[in-house]
């Protein structure tokens, strides 16, 4: 299937500053999802987005849900040491069925104190 | 404690064996998937399975086969015809459009 093309790839940052990543497709989405994954484990669910133009927080995260809604953005503030890990944009198209996403590739996430 | 859990945690596989990898959900779910992931990748489908003796073919079914004899468990086997199976694989389950993921199965070849 096709991948979400999610950029950037990796960031490198300091503690206290804040993070910015995004995710577009070509296809148009119904639902935007974003997770998190610590090494060796599996991805965690952070915030889902379900209607063009809808912003989401979640603590100190906030995630949009593009008006086109072929994209899609995840803010962090003021990081963290445990914001370390890969995050997951994912999304189900209109003719995908539940539960059946496209996964962006990842942006991995260094925190430096 | 209601989750997903995948065993073993690390698998080793020897030249033309097959090996399969457990996953079992305590969620009630209908539905349960097998992801691949590679280094620097995103997540591929492998199988999945919307309703207890009925799966799909994901993406990249080539070389894995997998039952759903009980609601709860959907073993996925890594045949010998898969040439490349070093990899972490993931089994998931869902409820309406959002995924919930095992702590994932690390599969190298010996």
């Known amino acids: 299937g096709q991948q979400l093309n999610q950029s950037p790839q990796s960031m490198f940052i300091q503690e206290g500053e804040d993070v910015s990543m995004n995710c577009t497709s070509s296809?148009?989405?119904?639902?935007w999802l974003w997770y998190k994954q610590d090494p060796g484990e599996g991805p965690v669910l952070l915030i889902a987005l379900y209607k063009a133009g809808e912003l989401t927080s979640n603590g100190r995260l906030t995630a949009q849900f593009g008006i086109t809604r072929k994209d899609s953005f995840l803010n962090i503030s003021a990081s963290i040491p445990s914001d370390v890990g890969i995050y997951f944009c994912a999304g189900q198209g209109t003719t995908d069925s539940w539960g059946k996403l496209q996964f962006g590739a990842g942006t991995q996430v260094v925190v430096t104190p | 404690d209601g989750g997903i859990t995948q065993s073993p945690k690390y698998l080793f596989r020897k030249e033309g064996q097959n090996v399969t990898l457990s996953c079992e959900q305590n969620?009630?779910?209908?539905?349960m998937y097998w992801y691949r992931q590679d280094p620097g990748q995103g997540l591929r489908l492998i199988y999945y399975s919307q309703i207890v003796n009925d799966f799909q073919k994901g993406d990249i079914a080539e070389g894995y086969s997998v039952s759903r004899e009980k609601k709860e468990s959907f073993p996925l086997t890594v045949t010998s015809a898969q040439k490349n199976p070093t990899a972490f694989y993931l089994c998931a389950s869902s409820f309406l459009e959002k995924l919930f993921f095992g702590s994932g199965t690390q599969l190298s070849v010996l």
């Open positions: 969620l009630n779910h209908d539905a």
């Open positions: 296809s148009i989405f119904n639902t």
